[in-house]
């Protein structure tokens, strides 16, 4: 799914101050531009951080029990967390105090009492700054040609669901997919054509993965891969069949095709049951050793462990 075509939905802001009236201010200020979140203490913080994801926090950096400082430097450790932005709010101006801010990985400092109009500009510098982060990021990820997951997506989701699987006791099964005699085809059409074949293909795989864990990535020229945790070597032959059908069901005319007037593909399957000790690499190796026997008995075919 080509994911910067959602509209975007309100900035996550959470609001962290012992004192419920800077929160109510605060509140105020944002609650119609933002989703506005509340935690009174650094603890409920943290959990609320975990659960919701904010774009920002604003951090009063004096609490009792775990101060700001400390809640920053908890959420700047965690790989899930550390991508928030945090501006602290501090009672009074202290150069020592910001500096030591700037180094725990706050973006920015706001002293109370609040102004409104610093407080918004600076608030909405940042959620525009993390916006263009996270676009930034999914562009990285993400195809230019086709709009589907890069390759890059899939070894980082394939190691993430290698552990989770792991963890889980459950099968990863995976299938890498290449179009038959693609060359053949760009020499035929032309390579227009030939990116809006690749297109329409990617397009058809990202559709009939209907799973939300299930992903479907472009791996190299005219490959593709896809990956679906937990599930089992039957099920992952029964969506290659999906695929493979509604890729027929395209009828895309390939006169120079020595096995079909229209183009088709070649799949291999792996599944293996993940442990954490064991390379997730095996995974690709094997399906790719299918992929090479589906295309040594013919092409236009699945192979599967
Ligand atoms: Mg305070």
Known sequence: MNTTDKPRSLPKL???????????????????????YMATNGEQALAKARALLPDLILLDVVMPGMSG??????IKAD???????????????????????????????IHKPINPTITRVRVHNQLLLKQQRDQLRSIALMDGLT?????????????????????????????????DYFKKYNDHYGHQEGDNCLKQIAQTIDTTLVRPSDLGARFGGEEFACLLPGTDRQGALYVA????????????????????????????????????????????AQADEHLYNAKNNGRNQISAD
């Open 14 to 36: 959470l609001i962290v101050d012992d004192q419920p009236i800077n929160i109510r201010v605060a509140h105020e200020l944002f609650r119609h531009d933002c989703e506005v």
């Open 69 to 74: 400082h400390e809640v920053c430097q908890r």
């Open 79 to 109: 790989p899930l967390l550390a991508d928030i932005a945090i501006i602290f709010v501090t009672a009074h101006y202290d150069e020592a105090d910001e500096v030591r801010g700037f180094e725990l990985g706050a973006v920015d400092f």
């Open 147 to 179: 709009g589907i997951a890069n390759r890059r997506k899939f070894e980082t989701a394939l190691n993430r669901n290698w552990l989770q699987c792991a963890r889980d006791r459950k099968p990863l099964s995976m299938f890498m997919i290449d179009v």
């Open 241 to 284: 069949a999906k695929i493979e059908q509604a890729i027929r069901a395209l009828a895309i005319p390939h006169q120079a095709s020595d096995v079909a007037n229209q183009v088709t593909v070649s799949i291999g399957c792996s599944t293996l049951s993940p442990t954490p000790q064991s390379d997730a690499q095996q995974l690709i």
